[in-house]
């Protein structure tokens, strides 16, 4: 279904983002599995008492006949990290609070005999808990651990919580321009246990001519009973990966 992306869970913590410039960035994907387009509007913004990040996912695989017409599935996610004790030895450690919540559909538009058209909800999830943050001397290598209580509106899961780790290489293998970053999400969504990885790799081919918001690269989405997939697909663990764009504002 929708992607979950990475950009600012990878640098969404305090003590980083005073390091980092406040970013907004676009992304385009192309599914190699599902053979459609998904666009990504992210935006991680510090201050000094912690940092906010966002992003707004698009599938467009709404079809009219065998045409693309329109996007088929929206998802949004906002979250907030609060920190206002960075100077003190906690300063690793943020209070997190953060909002999930989208919709899709299935099917052609027309309606086409033998054909089924459908809309579903992705639940409003309300999230909130703790972030702590680790890095190289450099801030150049990350590593988020998260532990978030995660209630959703109109589903009872057995044990509300998710839990998170999010990773960051810069220049990997010295290579200046190479990030290799990703995330790996475990959460609890009625009686199922879900899990959500997607690694990513990016290089900022743009350096070479001045074009230094430019990145290549791509991602794999590693998940397991997420979304629907094992319906659509057969399976509970799929492996679905992506060539992608990213331009920085």
Not at 15 to 42: I, P, S
Not at 88 to 103: A, D, H, K, M, R
Not at 150 to 155: A, P, R
Request: glycine residues 10%.
């Amino acid at each position: 279904m929708l992607k979950k992306t990475i950009l600012a869970v990878a640098v969404a913590t305090l003590a980083f983002g005073q390091l980092a410039k406040a970013q907004t960035n676009f992304q385009v994907f192309y599914d190699l599995g599902r053979k459609h387009v998904t666009t990504t509007l992210e935006g991680f913004y510090n201050d000094n008492w912690g940092n906010t990040f966002f992003f707004i996912d698009y599938d467009y695989n709404a079809r009219d006949g065998k045409e693309i017409i329109s996007p088929n599935n929206t998802y949004f996610e906002i979250a907030r990290c609060l920190n206002f004790w960075q100077n003190t030895p906690l300063g690793g450690l943020s209070l997190q609070v953060e909002y999930n919540g989208g919709f899709g559909t299935w099917g052609n538009l027309n309606g086409l005999p033998g054909t089924d058209y459908g809309a579903f909800p992705v639940n409003n999830a309300f999230l909130f808990g703790l972030d702590y943050f680790f890095h190289s001397k450099d801030f150049k290598n990350t590593l988020n651990l998260k532990v978030l209580y995660k209630h959703f509106l109109g589903l009872k899961s057995n044990v509300p919580l998710q839990f998170t780790a999010v990773w960051g290489l810069q220049d990997l293998f010295t290579l200046k321009g190479l990030r290799f970053s990703g995330f790996l999400d475990v959460w609890c969504e009625g009686d199922k246990v879900v899990v959500l990885s997607e690694p990513q790799l990016w290089y900022a081919v743009g350096q070479w001519f001045g074009v230094p918001n430019l990145n290549l690269g791509g991602e794999i989405e590693l998940s397991y009973n997420f979304a629907g997939l094992e319906v659509s697909t057969g399976k509970k663990f799929n492996v679905l990966p992506c060539l992608g764009a990213k331009w920085v504002f």
